[in-house]
Each structure stands twice: as C-alpha cells, then as structure tokens.
C-alpha cells in the first residue's frame, strides 16, 4: 500500500492535552550527569599556572554568523495499532488517529473489530535559521528552513496532510526500556539537531554578496557543536551547566572570572571530544556562576588555532550579551539570537490554526 493510500484511510484524534505540557521531559533527554567526561587540562597553561586570563587584541571577523533551531509540539495524537495476527507487509491495516482524550492506557478494550490498542505520537514543527552580523547591513535573517513531523513507534503511522502542511512521518522503534515520551521528545530533537546542521553547514554560501572576504566569518552554533565540529572556524554556545567538568580545583576558579575573563583552553571528552573554556559575559554581579558560558570548538585542530578562537570569542561574545531587564536569559541568551528565535518562532505558524488544521484532518 502506498504511504498517499495510508494517509487517505489514516484516522487520529488530537489529544486535549496540552502539548507545551512536557517542557521537563524535554530536558530529560539533556541532563545526564556526565562523570565519564576526560579532561585534559595542560592545553594552554599547566594546571598549577590556570588563571582567569583577561581579553586581548584580536583582529574582528568579516562576519558572525548565528545558528539556532526551535521545536513546538503541536499535538499529541493516539494512533490506533493493528490487532496482533496482522503483519506489515501482509495486510496493513488502517491507521486510526485521534487527537482528543487518551485511551485506557490497557489494552484490549476491543469494541467490536476496531480499536485493540493505540500508541501516543506527537506532531511538532521545528525551524532553523542563521542571522548574520556583518558591518554593512548589521543584523540581519540569513536563513530559515522549517519543517513539520509526526513523531511516533507506530509502524502503521503514515504522513499526516492537512491545510497547514504536511507532518512527516518519523517512525522511532519501539523501547521497552524508554518512556515513550522522552523516547518521541529525542526522536523529534534529533531531527531538529539534523536540520541546525544542515542550515549550519549552507549557511556561508548564503554569505556571497555580503563583501565578507572569505574564511573571515565566525560561526557560532546556539548550543553544543555536535555534527558540525567539520565546519572550520565553528563554535558551540553552551548557556546551561548540569555538569561539572573540569577537577574541583580548576572547577573553582571558574566562580572568580570576572566579565570578559575567560578560562584557560582545556579538552574534553565523552563519547566525542572538543577544546573547550569558560567566559563569563558582563552581567551584574550574583550567583557564582552567573553570566558563565562554555563554548566549545573542534579537537582535531592545533592548540594554537583553538587558542586564537577562545581569544576571538572572548573579545567579540561580550557585545553581543542581553541585557537582565530586557531578556530572562540574560546575559547568556546573546541579542542576536533571541532575534533568530522569535523570527523562527513566527515561521511555525499560528499555533491554534496549525491545532485546528490537524482536527480538521482528524476528522476526515
Ligand atoms: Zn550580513
């Protein structure tokens, strides 16, 4: 059966649960204390002579480039399963979706032939763009790209038309040991992730016409570099610390930078690895690690070329720090990039509309 012919015969119900709901479940994915973490302090001080080391002159970039995505689920929908005896490819059966109420979490509670059992999906849309701060025009949207998915471990599950365009299906297999929400929630980040990647890796041939002299721009991804430490002159922007990574000692210093003071370069590692250091972004004196960000950047380049990057980001990230009244992330959420989420954010559409659109689609 063609996926068009599922889609005509695929029936959902759009869950009465409100979808912003979940926000936590969302960080789930993220906070894991991550105590395997390598550390490789000896870069560029030896761990006895690290010091909060203070700016230094550094020639600007032709341009810094900004990369963020954002995610919204739109719904949550049921999707009705195939009673146990079909199987794929044999005889597939109607995908019935509904998008209000939830089922009895049992299963079983057969009416007649119809409904056995029916798995929870999300409908979520998610955008990624670039805003470019260049001398001539300031700044500026470079690009935006967005999409919309069905998230789900349906294998019946078929993309999802409706008025407000078409949610693609993301088949995830099934984990018995994973809540399904967090299991979704990870499906639908990693399609993100993809995306950012991607808008990342076009962003600088958007570039041309900019009169930016090639291999002078700074691209700065909105949160860890992953997938994209390939990029050359590339850093990732982390605003959130769950973890302590360096040793308690080196980890103390970091409360006594001042605004503009960063750490020495370090390496770290997990399951990948990267230079990384500490900055702090002016911000009115508080909690110890107020203002503190950490950016990262490739680790197969030489120490001196991470070196010169830390120095770069040091004199440039500053400038670019929200202000406490203005933004509730300040300083770390950077002016520039809060201008790219709501851009983004207006490119998801309505949410209501796009809530409407998917009963509209339910019910046909
Ligand atoms: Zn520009």
Sequence with gaps: MTIAAQASRMRFHVDGWDPTYGSSVENAEYNIADSTAKVTPHIELAPADWKPISPSQVSAPGAVLFVDGVRRVEARIWIEQPPSGFVDGVRRVEARIWIEQPPS??????????????????????????????????????????????????????????????????????????????????????????????????????????????????????????????????????????????????????????PGERSPVFLMGTSWD??????????????????????????????????ELANLSQALLPRYASIEYKDTRAPQNLVPVAGLERELRRHLGNPILLSRALRVASAS
């Design 105 to 258: 979490a049992e299963p079983a509670t057969s009416t007649g032939n119809t409904v056995r059992d029916a798995q929870m999906a999300l409908c979520a849309s998610y955008a990624a763009g670039t805003v470019c701060c260049c001398p001539d025009r300031g700044a500026h949207l470079l690009t935006i790209d967005y999409q919309r998915g069905l998230f789900t471990t349906a294998t019946n599950a078929a993309d999802v038309p409706t008025t407000a365009g078409t949610y693609k299906a993301t088949i995830t297999p099934d984990d018995q040991d994973q809540n399904l929400a967090v299991l979704l929630s990870t499906a639908l980040q990693r399609q993100l992730t993809e995306l950012e990647v991607l808008v990342a890796t076009h962003a600088r041939t958007a570039l041309t016409g900019h009169g930016v002299p090639d291999g002078s721009d700074l691209l700065v991804v909105d949160g860890p570099l992953r997938g994209r430490t390939h990029l050359p002159r590339a850093l990732g922007f982390i605003k959130s610390h769950r973890t302590a990574y360096l040793p308690p000692d080196l980890h103390a210093m970091i409360a006594t930078l001042a």
């Design 274 to 307: 990267r230079h990384a250091w500490y900055l702090r972004l002016p911000c009115t004196p508080g909690a110890p690690w107020a203002g503190i960000v950490r950016l990262e950047c490739a680790a197969d380049i030489p120490a001196a070329a991470a070196i």
